[in-house]
Protein backbone atom coordinates (compact mmCIF):
# COMPACT_ATOMS: atom_id res chain seq x y z
CA UNK A 1 0.00 0.00 0.00
CA UNK A 2 1.49 3.23 -1.01
CA UNK A 3 0.99 6.75 0.87
CA UNK A 4 -2.15 7.83 1.11
CA UNK A 5 -3.83 5.20 -1.15
CA UNK A 6 -6.28 3.69 1.38
CA UNK A 7 -7.57 5.12 4.61
CA UNK A 8 -7.74 2.61 7.66
CA UNK A 9 -11.18 1.96 9.00
CA UNK A 10 -11.86 2.95 12.24
CA UNK A 11 -12.36 -0.55 13.44
CA UNK A 12 -9.50 -2.38 12.46
CA UNK A 13 -7.06 0.14 13.99
CA UNK A 14 -8.89 -0.39 17.22
CA UNK A 15 -8.93 -4.53 16.58
CA UNK A 16 -5.06 -4.83 16.96
CA UNK A 17 -5.21 -3.42 20.74
CA UNK A 18 -8.44 -4.43 21.75
CA UNK A 19 -8.04 -8.11 20.51
CA UNK A 20 -4.28 -8.17 22.30
CA UNK A 21 -5.20 -6.63 25.42
CA UNK A 22 -7.97 -8.77 25.55
CA UNK A 23 -6.03 -12.06 24.85
CA UNK A 24 -2.94 -10.26 27.91
CA UNK A 25 -5.56 -10.12 30.44
CA UNK A 26 -6.39 -14.07 29.92
CA UNK A 27 -2.69 -14.78 29.67
CA UNK A 28 -1.97 -12.99 32.71
CA UNK A 29 -4.87 -14.62 34.95
CA UNK A 30 -4.39 -17.81 33.95
CA UNK A 31 -1.19 -18.73 31.89
CA UNK A 32 2.26 -19.74 33.45
CA UNK A 33 4.77 -17.42 33.27
CA UNK A 34 6.89 -18.48 30.72
CA UNK A 35 3.56 -17.92 28.35
CA UNK A 36 2.71 -14.65 29.58
CA UNK A 37 6.34 -13.34 29.25
CA UNK A 38 5.86 -12.75 25.15
CA UNK A 39 2.63 -10.68 25.76
CA UNK A 40 4.01 -8.74 28.43
CA UNK A 41 6.94 -7.64 26.20
CA UNK A 42 4.60 -6.67 23.64
CA UNK A 43 1.86 -4.90 26.24
CA UNK A 44 5.08 -3.40 27.95
CA UNK A 45 7.93 -2.63 24.96
CA UNK A 46 5.54 -2.27 21.42
CA UNK A 47 2.44 -1.10 21.77
CA UNK A 48 2.68 1.99 23.98
CA UNK A 49 5.49 3.80 21.58
CA UNK A 50 3.45 2.67 18.85
CA UNK A 51 -0.28 4.02 20.05
CA UNK A 52 1.97 7.35 21.18
CA UNK A 53 3.54 7.66 17.31
CA UNK A 54 -0.17 7.45 16.27
CA UNK A 55 -1.44 10.14 18.45
CA UNK A 56 1.35 12.47 17.49
CA UNK A 57 1.04 12.73 14.38
CA UNK A 58 4.30 10.99 13.45
CA UNK A 59 4.33 9.40 9.68
CA UNK A 60 7.37 7.26 9.04
CA UNK A 61 8.89 6.29 6.21
CA UNK A 62 7.89 2.39 6.35
CA UNK A 63 6.71 -0.02 8.89
CA UNK A 64 11.03 -0.62 9.68
CA UNK A 65 11.19 2.44 11.15
CA UNK A 66 7.79 3.15 12.77
CA UNK A 67 8.22 -0.51 14.31
CA UNK A 68 11.76 0.63 16.01
CA UNK A 69 10.86 4.34 16.86
CA UNK A 70 7.71 2.69 18.71
CA UNK A 71 9.82 0.10 20.33
CA UNK A 72 11.81 3.03 21.51
CA UNK A 73 9.32 4.78 22.46
CA UNK A 74 7.89 2.10 24.74
CA UNK A 75 10.71 1.92 27.02
CA UNK A 76 10.36 5.59 27.90
CA UNK A 77 6.61 5.23 28.44
CA UNK A 78 6.88 1.73 30.57
CA UNK A 79 9.87 3.25 32.69
CA UNK A 80 8.36 6.23 33.18
CA UNK A 81 4.88 4.83 34.08
CA UNK A 82 6.66 2.07 36.40
CA UNK A 83 8.34 4.57 37.75
CA UNK A 84 5.55 6.62 39.27
CA UNK A 85 3.49 3.79 40.21
CA UNK A 86 5.98 2.75 42.40
CA UNK A 87 5.96 5.80 44.18
CA UNK A 88 2.54 4.78 45.21
CA UNK A 89 2.48 3.97 48.98
CA UNK A 90 3.45 -0.06 49.59
CA UNK A 91 4.22 -2.80 47.18
CA UNK A 92 3.54 -1.99 43.51
CA UNK A 93 0.31 -3.79 43.12
CA UNK A 94 0.51 -5.19 39.68
CA UNK A 95 -3.27 -4.28 38.71
CA UNK A 96 -2.65 -0.50 38.87
CA UNK A 97 0.57 -1.38 36.49
CA UNK A 98 -1.52 -3.20 33.97
CA UNK A 99 -3.56 -0.43 34.30
CA UNK A 100 -1.91 2.19 33.76
CA UNK A 101 0.10 0.39 30.49
CA UNK A 102 -3.59 -0.29 28.78
CA UNK A 103 -4.11 3.20 29.42
CA UNK A 104 -0.69 4.28 27.53
CA UNK A 105 -2.12 2.10 24.94
CA UNK A 106 -5.93 3.21 24.44
CA UNK A 107 -6.23 6.81 25.21
CA UNK A 108 -2.83 7.60 22.61
CA UNK A 109 -4.66 5.23 19.97
CA UNK A 110 -8.06 7.03 20.97
CA UNK A 111 -6.86 10.50 20.56
CA UNK A 112 -5.67 9.39 17.29
CA UNK A 113 -8.54 8.05 15.67
CA UNK A 114 -10.46 11.11 17.16
CA UNK A 115 -8.18 12.81 14.62
CA UNK A 116 -9.00 10.78 11.51
CA UNK A 117 -7.22 7.72 10.02
CA UNK A 118 -3.97 8.20 10.00
CA UNK A 119 -1.41 7.78 6.40
CA UNK A 120 -0.98 4.86 5.19
CA UNK A 121 2.65 2.93 5.75
CA UNK A 122 4.27 0.98 3.07
CA UNK A 123 5.00 -2.65 4.41
CA UNK A 124 8.09 -2.80 2.10
CA UNK A 125 10.90 -0.70 3.13
CA UNK A 126 11.65 1.83 0.60
CA UNK A 127 15.31 1.03 1.55
CA UNK A 128 15.53 -2.28 -0.40
CA UNK A 129 18.26 -3.42 1.58
CA UNK A 130 15.81 -5.31 4.66
CA UNK A 131 17.22 -8.97 3.79
CA UNK A 132 20.60 -7.41 4.46
CA UNK A 133 18.95 -5.86 7.87
CA UNK A 134 17.22 -9.09 8.59
CA UNK A 135 20.58 -11.29 8.15
CA UNK A 136 22.81 -8.65 10.57
CA UNK A 137 19.73 -8.46 13.18
CA UNK A 138 19.84 -12.51 12.92
CA UNK A 139 23.59 -12.92 13.54
CA UNK A 140 23.53 -10.24 16.48
CA UNK A 141 20.20 -12.36 18.17
CA UNK A 142 22.22 -15.17 17.84
CA UNK A 143 25.13 -13.15 19.46
CA UNK A 144 22.94 -12.11 22.36
CA UNK A 145 20.69 -14.99 23.22
CA UNK A 146 22.80 -18.47 23.04
CA UNK A 147 23.40 -19.73 27.04
CA UNK A 148 21.42 -16.52 27.77
CA UNK A 149 20.66 -17.80 31.55
CA UNK A 150 23.76 -19.44 31.94
CA UNK A 151 25.54 -17.07 33.96
CA UNK A 152 24.48 -16.01 37.12
CA UNK A 153 23.08 -12.11 38.14
CA UNK A 154 26.73 -10.70 38.75
CA UNK A 155 28.05 -7.53 40.14
CA UNK A 156 25.60 -3.96 38.78
CA UNK A 157 23.36 -6.83 37.27
CA UNK A 158 22.94 -8.27 41.08
CA UNK A 159 22.53 -4.86 42.15
CA UNK A 160 19.73 -4.03 39.61
CA UNK A 161 17.38 -7.05 40.32
CA UNK A 162 17.50 -6.54 44.37
CA UNK A 163 16.64 -2.84 43.69
CA UNK A 164 13.97 -4.63 41.60
CA UNK A 165 13.14 -6.41 43.92
CA UNK A 166 12.85 -3.88 47.31
CA UNK A 167 11.01 -1.69 44.62
CA UNK A 168 7.92 -4.69 44.25
CA UNK A 169 7.78 -5.09 47.81
CA UNK A 170 7.69 -1.49 48.57
CA UNK A 171 10.45 0.20 49.55
CA UNK A 172 10.22 3.38 48.03
CA UNK A 173 13.55 4.51 48.55
CA UNK A 174 15.12 1.68 45.83
CA UNK A 175 15.24 3.97 42.92
CA UNK A 176 17.50 6.59 44.68
CA UNK A 177 19.85 4.51 46.44
CA UNK A 178 20.87 3.20 43.06
CA UNK A 179 23.67 5.68 42.57
CA UNK A 180 22.07 6.24 39.12
CA UNK A 181 19.07 6.42 36.67
CA UNK A 182 15.92 4.39 37.29
CA UNK A 183 15.46 2.62 34.15
CA UNK A 184 17.54 -0.21 34.48
CA UNK A 185 15.40 -1.29 37.33
CA UNK A 186 11.73 -0.08 36.28
CA UNK A 187 12.30 -2.35 32.97
CA UNK A 188 12.67 -5.79 35.17
CA UNK A 189 10.43 -4.53 37.69
CA UNK A 190 7.40 -4.16 35.05
CA UNK A 191 8.45 -7.92 33.34
CA UNK A 192 8.85 -9.38 37.01
CA UNK A 193 5.50 -7.85 38.80
CA UNK A 194 3.04 -8.57 35.15
CA UNK A 195 4.94 -11.82 34.43
CA UNK A 196 4.74 -13.29 37.97
CA UNK A 197 8.69 -14.64 37.38
CA UNK A 198 12.08 -13.81 36.77
CA UNK A 199 15.28 -15.36 36.03
CA UNK A 200 18.14 -14.72 34.35
CA UNK A 201 16.90 -15.37 31.10
CA UNK A 202 13.74 -13.42 31.23
CA UNK A 203 15.42 -10.36 32.92
CA UNK A 204 18.26 -9.93 29.99
CA UNK A 205 15.45 -10.28 27.15
CA UNK A 206 13.94 -6.70 27.15
CA UNK A 207 17.51 -5.25 27.17
CA UNK A 208 18.63 -7.55 24.26
CA UNK A 209 15.35 -6.28 22.70
CA UNK A 210 16.48 -2.70 22.84
CA UNK A 211 19.72 -3.63 21.68
CA UNK A 212 18.67 -4.68 18.37
CA UNK A 213 16.58 -1.58 18.17
CA UNK A 214 19.99 0.07 18.52
CA UNK A 215 21.20 -1.73 15.84
CA UNK A 216 18.65 -0.85 13.41
CA UNK A 217 18.34 2.60 14.36
CA UNK A 218 22.18 3.07 13.29
CA UNK A 219 21.06 1.79 10.34
CA UNK A 220 18.48 4.06 9.83
CA UNK A 221 20.68 7.36 10.54
CA UNK A 222 23.74 5.73 8.11
CA UNK A 223 20.86 5.39 5.61
CA UNK A 224 19.88 8.88 5.80
CA UNK A 225 22.74 10.50 5.96
CA UNK A 226 25.32 7.92 3.55
CA UNK A 227 22.79 5.91 1.73
CA UNK A 228 21.88 2.24 2.82
CA UNK A 229 25.21 0.21 2.09
CA UNK A 230 26.89 2.45 4.90
CA UNK A 231 24.13 2.05 7.24
CA UNK A 232 24.44 -1.69 6.65
CA UNK A 233 28.09 -1.69 7.39
CA UNK A 234 27.57 0.50 10.42
CA UNK A 235 25.15 -1.50 11.78
CA UNK A 236 27.02 -4.90 11.12
CA UNK A 237 30.30 -3.61 12.86
CA UNK A 238 28.05 -2.90 15.73
CA UNK A 239 26.32 -5.88 15.83
CA UNK A 240 30.01 -8.24 16.25
CA UNK A 241 30.91 -4.98 18.69
CA UNK A 242 32.01 -7.12 21.98
CA UNK A 243 30.73 -4.08 24.07
CA UNK A 244 26.97 -4.26 22.38
CA UNK A 245 26.90 -7.62 22.19
CA UNK A 246 28.22 -7.79 26.65
CA UNK A 247 25.70 -5.48 27.07
CA UNK A 248 22.53 -7.47 24.81
CA UNK A 249 23.35 -10.27 27.59
CA UNK A 250 22.83 -7.68 31.08
CA UNK A 251 20.21 -6.28 33.20
CA UNK A 252 21.70 -2.41 32.49
CA UNK A 253 21.12 0.85 31.13
CA UNK A 254 23.62 0.80 28.12
CA UNK A 255 21.50 -1.08 25.27
CA UNK A 256 18.65 1.38 26.47
CA UNK A 257 21.14 4.42 26.00
CA UNK A 258 22.59 3.14 22.91
CA UNK A 259 19.03 2.40 21.48
CA UNK A 260 17.24 5.76 22.69
CA UNK A 261 20.38 8.35 21.99
CA UNK A 262 20.29 7.06 18.26
CA UNK A 263 16.51 7.14 17.75
CA UNK A 264 16.52 10.51 19.27
CA UNK A 265 19.16 11.49 16.78
CA UNK A 266 17.37 10.33 13.64
CA UNK A 267 14.07 11.94 14.72
CA UNK A 268 15.84 15.16 15.55
CA UNK A 269 17.46 14.99 12.07
CA UNK A 270 14.16 14.57 10.43
CA UNK A 271 12.42 17.25 12.25
CA UNK A 272 15.50 19.50 11.28
CA UNK A 273 15.44 18.50 7.32
CA UNK A 274 11.88 18.39 6.92
CA UNK A 275 9.99 20.57 9.63
CA UNK A 276 8.39 17.66 11.15
CA UNK A 277 7.40 18.77 14.25
CA UNK A 278 6.10 15.87 15.94
CA UNK A 279 9.42 14.35 14.93
CA UNK A 280 11.13 17.12 17.23
CA UNK A 281 8.51 15.99 20.10
CA UNK A 282 9.55 12.38 19.33
CA UNK A 283 13.26 12.62 19.61
CA UNK A 284 12.85 15.00 22.98
CA UNK A 285 11.07 11.98 24.47
CA UNK A 286 13.53 9.58 23.57
CA UNK A 287 16.26 11.56 24.70
CA UNK A 288 14.86 12.58 28.40
CA UNK A 289 14.44 8.61 28.37
CA UNK A 290 18.28 8.46 28.34
CA UNK A 291 18.95 10.72 30.33
CA UNK A 292 16.64 9.13 32.76
CA UNK A 293 18.60 5.74 32.15
CA UNK A 294 22.29 7.27 33.06
CA UNK A 295 23.22 10.58 32.87
CA UNK A 296 25.93 9.56 30.37
CA UNK A 297 23.44 10.07 27.29
CA UNK A 298 24.07 13.89 28.00
CA UNK A 299 27.02 13.06 25.30
CA UNK A 300 24.44 13.60 22.76
CA UNK A 301 23.37 16.87 23.71
CA UNK A 302 26.81 18.71 21.22
CA UNK A 303 25.05 16.50 18.47
CA UNK A 304 21.56 17.15 18.76
CA UNK A 305 22.40 21.09 19.91
CA UNK A 306 24.32 21.41 16.42
CA UNK A 307 21.02 19.71 14.28
CA UNK A 308 18.92 22.95 15.64
CA UNK A 309 21.53 25.26 15.12
CA UNK A 310 21.89 24.43 11.20
CA UNK A 311 18.23 24.56 11.08
CA UNK A 312 17.83 28.09 12.09
CA UNK A 313 21.25 29.14 10.17
CA UNK A 314 19.12 28.15 7.34
CA UNK A 315 16.21 30.17 8.21
CA UNK A 316 13.67 27.80 7.63
CA UNK A 317 12.47 27.37 11.42
CA UNK A 318 8.81 29.06 11.57
CA UNK A 319 9.49 30.30 15.37
CA UNK A 320 5.95 30.98 16.36
CA UNK A 321 4.90 27.52 16.18
CA UNK A 322 7.70 25.24 16.12
CA UNK A 323 9.32 27.45 18.91
CA UNK A 324 6.19 26.53 21.04
CA UNK A 325 6.73 22.70 19.99
CA UNK A 326 10.31 22.89 20.81
CA UNK A 327 8.92 24.80 24.33
CA UNK A 328 6.53 22.20 25.04
CA UNK A 329 8.79 19.32 24.49
CA UNK A 330 11.46 20.69 26.53
CA UNK A 331 9.00 21.14 29.13
CA UNK A 332 7.51 17.58 29.35
CA UNK A 333 10.84 16.13 28.87
CA UNK A 334 12.24 18.12 31.92
CA UNK A 335 8.97 17.29 33.51
CA UNK A 336 9.59 13.66 33.02
CA UNK A 337 13.40 13.97 34.34
CA UNK A 338 12.52 16.28 37.13
CA UNK A 339 10.07 13.09 38.14
CA UNK A 340 12.90 11.41 39.75
CA UNK A 341 15.84 14.09 40.10
CA UNK A 342 13.92 16.06 42.34
CA UNK A 343 13.41 13.74 44.78
CA UNK A 344 16.06 12.14 44.70
CA UNK A 345 18.40 15.36 45.04
CA UNK A 346 16.71 15.73 48.02
CA UNK A 347 17.83 12.24 49.03
CA UNK A 348 20.60 11.38 51.40
CA UNK A 349 22.14 8.98 48.47
CA UNK A 350 22.36 11.84 45.99
CA UNK A 351 25.50 13.07 48.15
CA UNK A 352 26.91 9.62 48.28
CA UNK A 353 26.61 9.43 44.43
CA UNK A 354 28.19 12.95 43.38
CA UNK A 355 31.48 12.05 45.80
CA UNK A 356 31.12 9.07 43.57
CA UNK A 357 31.15 10.40 40.48
CA UNK A 358 33.62 13.32 41.36
CA UNK A 359 36.49 10.70 43.04
CA UNK A 360 36.07 7.28 41.31
CA UNK A 361 35.32 8.70 37.77
CA UNK A 362 35.30 12.42 37.08
CA UNK A 363 38.57 12.27 39.16
CA UNK A 364 40.14 15.66 40.86
CA UNK A 365 42.35 16.73 37.38
CA UNK A 366 41.03 18.75 34.41
CA UNK A 367 42.18 16.82 31.50
CA UNK A 368 43.48 13.10 30.82
CA UNK A 369 44.69 10.60 28.46
CA UNK A 370 42.60 7.42 28.11
CA UNK A 371 43.59 6.26 24.74
CA UNK A 372 45.90 3.17 25.96
CA UNK A 373 43.44 2.02 28.38
CA UNK A 374 40.67 1.89 26.23
CA UNK A 375 42.45 0.23 23.79
CA UNK A 376 43.12 -2.31 25.90
CA UNK A 377 39.76 -3.12 27.06
CA UNK A 378 38.04 -3.03 23.83
CA UNK A 379 40.89 -5.63 22.53
CA UNK A 380 39.59 -7.65 24.97
CA UNK A 381 35.75 -7.21 24.38
CA UNK A 382 36.90 -7.50 20.97
CA UNK A 383 39.51 -8.89 18.53
CA UNK A 384 42.44 -6.72 18.18
CA UNK A 385 41.95 -7.10 14.07
CA UNK A 386 38.51 -5.27 14.44
CA UNK A 387 39.74 -2.65 16.72
CA UNK A 388 42.29 -1.58 14.74
CA UNK A 389 40.59 -2.01 11.16
CA UNK A 390 37.44 0.10 12.39
CA UNK A 391 40.77 3.06 13.52
CA UNK A 392 42.48 2.75 10.07
CA UNK A 393 38.88 2.68 8.70
CA UNK A 394 37.91 5.93 10.36
CA UNK A 395 41.67 7.80 9.89
CA UNK A 396 41.41 6.95 6.22
CA UNK A 397 39.45 9.76 6.20
CA UNK A 398 41.50 12.10 7.03
CA UNK A 399 43.99 11.83 3.56
CA UNK A 400 40.55 11.23 2.06
CA UNK A 401 39.03 14.42 3.13
CA UNK A 402 41.97 16.67 3.85
CA UNK A 403 44.48 15.81 1.17
CA UNK A 404 47.35 13.46 1.30
CA UNK A 405 49.92 15.55 2.56
CA UNK A 406 47.90 17.12 5.25
CA UNK A 407 45.87 14.07 6.26
CA UNK A 408 49.31 12.03 7.02
CA UNK A 409 50.69 15.01 8.97
CA UNK A 410 47.33 14.38 11.05
CA UNK A 411 47.92 10.98 11.54
CA UNK A 412 51.31 11.67 12.43
CA UNK A 413 50.23 14.23 14.74
CA UNK A 414 47.37 12.37 16.28
CA UNK A 415 49.38 9.14 16.57
CA UNK A 416 52.17 11.03 19.26
CA UNK A 417 48.84 10.92 21.63
CA UNK A 418 49.08 7.26 21.93
CA UNK A 419 52.93 6.50 21.29
CA UNK A 420 54.35 9.61 23.06
CA UNK A 421 51.52 10.02 25.77
CA UNK A 422 54.12 11.85 28.58
CA UNK A 423 54.82 14.35 25.65
CA UNK A 424 51.44 16.10 26.37
CA UNK A 425 51.46 16.17 30.51
CA UNK A 426 52.10 19.70 31.78
CA UNK A 427 52.10 19.45 35.11
CA UNK A 428 48.29 17.28 36.51
CA UNK A 429 47.12 18.38 33.06
CA UNK A 430 47.40 16.20 29.90
CA UNK A 431 46.50 18.10 26.73
CA UNK A 432 46.07 14.67 24.27
CA UNK A 433 42.53 16.15 23.37
CA UNK A 434 44.36 19.43 21.81
CA UNK A 435 45.74 17.71 18.55
CA UNK A 436 42.81 15.75 18.06
CA UNK A 437 40.44 18.95 18.49
CA UNK A 438 42.73 20.37 15.52
CA UNK A 439 42.99 17.71 13.65
CA UNK A 440 39.02 17.47 13.81
CA UNK A 441 38.33 20.63 13.24
CA UNK A 442 40.35 20.63 9.91
CA UNK A 443 38.37 17.29 8.60
CA UNK A 444 34.65 19.22 10.16
CA UNK A 445 35.54 22.05 7.70
CA UNK A 446 36.53 19.83 4.93
CA UNK A 447 33.43 17.44 5.57
CA UNK A 448 30.17 17.46 3.67
CA UNK A 449 26.44 17.91 6.35
CA UNK A 450 26.15 14.93 7.15
CA UNK A 451 29.75 13.52 7.82
CA UNK A 452 29.83 17.04 10.57
CA UNK A 453 26.76 15.57 12.42
CA UNK A 454 28.24 12.14 12.48
CA UNK A 455 31.40 14.07 13.87
CA UNK A 456 29.35 16.24 16.67
CA UNK A 457 28.00 12.68 17.64
CA UNK A 458 31.50 11.33 17.72
CA UNK A 459 33.32 13.88 19.49
CA UNK A 460 30.52 14.52 22.51
CA UNK A 461 31.42 11.21 23.75
CA UNK A 462 35.26 10.58 22.10
CA UNK A 463 36.38 13.95 23.85
CA UNK A 464 34.31 13.19 27.30
CA UNK A 465 35.21 9.45 28.11
CA UNK A 466 38.77 10.14 26.57
CA UNK A 467 39.96 13.09 27.70
CA UNK A 468 37.37 14.80 31.15
CA UNK A 469 36.81 11.35 32.70
CA UNK A 470 39.53 9.80 34.90
CA UNK A 471 38.13 6.57 34.95
CA UNK A 472 36.00 5.91 31.80
CA UNK A 473 35.87 1.85 32.18
CA UNK A 474 33.01 0.58 29.75
CA UNK A 475 31.57 3.48 29.48
CA UNK A 476 33.31 3.85 26.16
CA UNK A 477 31.12 2.00 24.30
CA UNK A 478 29.25 5.39 23.91
CA UNK A 479 32.06 5.83 21.35
CA UNK A 480 31.34 3.06 19.06
CA UNK A 481 27.89 4.06 17.54
CA UNK A 482 29.17 6.98 15.67
CA UNK A 483 32.71 5.48 15.12
CA UNK A 484 31.34 2.60 12.97
CA UNK A 485 29.54 5.08 11.09
CA UNK A 486 32.67 7.48 10.34
CA UNK A 487 34.17 3.78 9.51
CA UNK A 488 31.74 2.44 7.27
CA UNK A 489 31.86 6.01 5.57
CA UNK A 490 35.92 5.73 5.47
CA UNK A 491 35.50 2.43 3.43
CA UNK A 492 33.12 3.67 1.12
CA UNK A 493 35.68 6.17 0.88
CA UNK A 494 38.16 4.15 0.12
CA UNK A 495 36.72 1.36 -2.20
CA UNK A 496 35.82 4.31 -4.47
CA UNK A 497 39.80 5.20 -4.35
CA UNK A 498 40.40 1.49 -4.91
CA UNK A 499 38.13 0.90 -7.77
CA UNK A 500 41.62 2.14 -10.11
CA UNK A 501 44.01 -0.08 -8.36
CA UNK A 502 43.87 -3.35 -10.21
CA UNK A 503 41.75 -6.53 -9.11
CA UNK A 504 44.12 -8.46 -7.43
CA UNK A 505 44.66 -5.36 -4.82
CA UNK A 506 40.86 -5.25 -4.44
CA UNK A 507 40.45 -9.36 -4.01
CA UNK A 508 42.95 -9.12 -1.26
CA UNK A 509 41.63 -6.25 0.71
CA UNK A 510 38.00 -7.77 0.18
CA UNK A 511 39.48 -10.71 1.61
CA UNK A 512 41.14 -8.98 4.52
CA UNK A 513 37.99 -7.53 5.49
CA UNK A 514 35.74 -11.05 5.46
CA UNK A 515 39.14 -12.88 7.07
CA UNK A 516 38.55 -10.00 9.65
CA UNK A 517 34.78 -10.42 10.30
CA UNK A 518 35.05 -13.99 10.74
CA UNK A 519 37.76 -14.30 13.50
CA UNK A 520 35.78 -11.38 14.99
CA UNK A 521 32.89 -14.07 15.01
CA UNK A 522 34.91 -16.94 16.43
CA UNK A 523 36.35 -14.85 18.92
CA UNK A 524 32.78 -13.51 20.34
CA UNK A 525 31.38 -17.14 20.46
CA UNK A 526 34.64 -18.05 22.36
CA UNK A 527 33.91 -15.16 25.16
CA UNK A 528 30.51 -14.82 25.30
CA UNK A 529 29.12 -17.86 23.53
CA UNK A 530 31.33 -20.63 25.43
CA UNK A 531 29.41 -21.70 28.38
CA UNK A 532 32.10 -24.57 29.01
CA UNK A 533 34.71 -22.82 28.97
CA UNK A 534 34.01 -19.48 31.04
CA UNK A 535 36.85 -17.68 29.21
CA UNK A 536 37.04 -14.80 31.36
CA UNK A 537 37.14 -16.46 34.51
CA UNK A 538 39.77 -19.39 33.49
CA UNK A 539 41.82 -16.54 31.22
CA UNK A 540 44.59 -17.39 29.73
CA UNK A 541 43.99 -21.36 30.04
CA UNK A 542 41.94 -21.02 26.82
CA UNK A 543 43.54 -18.18 25.09
CA UNK A 544 44.11 -18.93 21.65
CA UNK A 545 46.85 -18.05 19.69
CA UNK A 546 45.09 -17.11 16.45
CA UNK A 547 43.98 -14.16 18.65
CA UNK A 548 46.65 -11.56 19.40
CA UNK A 549 46.43 -9.73 22.28
CA UNK A 550 48.40 -6.50 23.70
CA UNK A 551 48.50 -7.56 27.12
CA UNK A 552 49.53 -10.54 29.14
CA UNK A 553 46.80 -10.03 32.03
CA UNK A 554 43.18 -9.07 32.08
CA UNK A 555 42.58 -5.28 32.69
CA UNK A 556 41.62 -4.32 36.05
CA UNK A 557 37.42 -4.39 36.02
CA UNK A 558 34.67 -4.01 33.64
CA UNK A 559 33.20 -7.06 32.46
CA UNK A 560 29.70 -7.90 31.67
CA UNK A 561 27.60 -10.52 29.62
CA UNK A 562 29.75 -13.03 29.83
CA UNK A 563 29.70 -16.90 30.56
CA UNK A 564 30.33 -16.98 34.30
CA UNK A 565 29.24 -19.02 37.82
CA UNK A 566 30.61 -18.82 41.03
CA UNK A 567 27.96 -21.39 42.98
CA UNK A 568 25.53 -18.06 44.62
CA UNK A 569 22.80 -20.17 43.69
CA UNK A 570 24.07 -23.45 45.58
CA UNK A 571 24.73 -21.03 48.46
CA UNK A 572 21.58 -19.79 48.41
CA UNK A 573 20.25 -23.82 48.38
CA UNK A 574 22.23 -23.88 51.35
CA UNK A 575 20.57 -21.19 52.97
CA UNK A 576 17.16 -22.52 52.46
CA UNK A 577 18.47 -25.38 53.59
CA UNK A 578 19.41 -24.10 56.74
CA UNK A 579 23.41 -25.24 56.36
Request: charged share 10%; net charge positive.
Amino acid sequence: MQHGERERPWKRAWGIPVTFLAVTAVLLGFASPLVRFPAVLVLLFVLPGLALLEALGYHPEDRVEQLLVGIGLSYVVTAVLTLWVSYLPGPIPGGVLFLACCLAIFVPWFLAQRRGPGRGIPLCSPHGHLPWLALILGVALVLRVVALGYAEFEGDEAKVMMRAAQAIVGQDEAPFIHHKGPVEIMIPTATWLLTGRSNESLARLPFTLVNLVGLGAVYLLGHRWFGGAVGLVASGLLALNGFLVGFGRFVQYQSVIFALTALALFCFDRYTAEGDNAAQVVGGLLLSGALLAHHEAVVVVPAVAYLYATRIRSRRMHWPREGMVLLATAVVGLGILASFYVPFVQHPAFRQTMQYLTRERVGGGILYNNISPAFLLSTFYNTTYYVVALILSMLMLLPLQLGLLPGVLGLLLLSTTAIWPQRWQVGPVNFSVAPFLLVGLALFRAADAPLRRTLFWFGGSFVFFFFLVEHPYTHIYNVYPPATLLAAVGLREGWRFLKQSPRRVRGGVLLSGILILGLSLAYLGLVFLRSDLEYRRTYPAHRSPLFWTAYDELPCCGFFGMPYQAGWKVIGQLYRQGR
